[in-house]
């Protein structure tokens, strides 16, 4: 699953490959990914706010595109706006990591929307670690438009 | 001055160039910049939503950071937290703009900040155009660090 989501999202999303961006693992409801900094630096050596931000969002989405295809939810899934928290300088190679919560609400409401084929509205977050420390924190409203 | 920060930002923040961002007009209050669609192409054969991102955040940060320079402001300017809202798809190369308004409160606290040489809190957005149209605002929160 993870080299089919790694090969996927490298192709179609040429700038995930050049920022250094790679699935650690992956399942329908968990993504762990890494990115280099070395491609990301920015003029203080750490990375670059924009890039944190497109590495977290390529790992959101990637989970979410994952979750919707165990689901076989014919839907295209596209982020509606994203909101990014910067706590700390990310100095070094840096994590991404997120977990879909099957247990709240809004996936209910997705299972329900999948089994009418309906479009539905998903928001997730995913986390950004670096040396063990909690570095960012990405929120992004996706939709799955049928 | 366009040619200075062009040099500066490609140069600290090598990912603006890979992304294909580069500065059409700069002053100590405007920015204008274009983005090339092709290295920043996703699954939908629009602007990926990370690349949108990281250009107007290579543009927001340009912008103040030009500002703070003119002002001679000994600060480092680093990003707190982002909020980019996506209104329509990004086909074709775009563009980027943002203008910093003098008469704003907190344009006043900032030539004060400056004067006083202490850190400032700065809300800055951007906003993304193709095809003539409104595709996508970024805000971002900055902070100049004495």
Redesign the interface.
């Known amino acids: 699953m993870k080299n089919h989501y790694q090969n996927?999202v490298h192709s179609?999303?040429?700038?995930?490959k050049?920022?250094g961006w790679r699935i650690e693992a992956l399942s329908a409801t968990t993504i762990r990914a890494s990115t280099q900094l070395k491609?990301?630096?920015?003029?203080?050596q750490t990375a670059?706010?924009?890039?944190l931000?497109?590495?977290?969002?390529?790992s959101a989405?990637t989970l979410l595109k994952c979750c919707g295809d165990a689901l076989e939810y014919k839907a295209?899934l596209?982020?509606?706006?994203?909101?990014?928290?910067?706590l700390k300088?990310v100095p070094n190679d840096f994590l991404i990591s997120g977990e879909i919560n099957t247990q709240s609400e809004q996936y209910l409401k997705l299972l329900e929307r999948v089994s009418l084929n309906q479009s539905c509205a998903f928001k997730q977050s995913v986390e950004i670690h670096c040396d063990s420390q909690l570095c960012a924190i990405l929120t992004?409203q996706f939709v799955f438009k049928v």
Chains 1, 2 share one sequence.
């Open positions: 996927l179609t999303i040429p700038v995930s050049s920022i491609p990301n630096i920015n003029i203080h670059f706010a924009g890039s931000y497109a590495a977290a969002m390529a989405w295209e596209v982020a509606a706006e994203g909101n990014i928290q910067y300088p992004v």
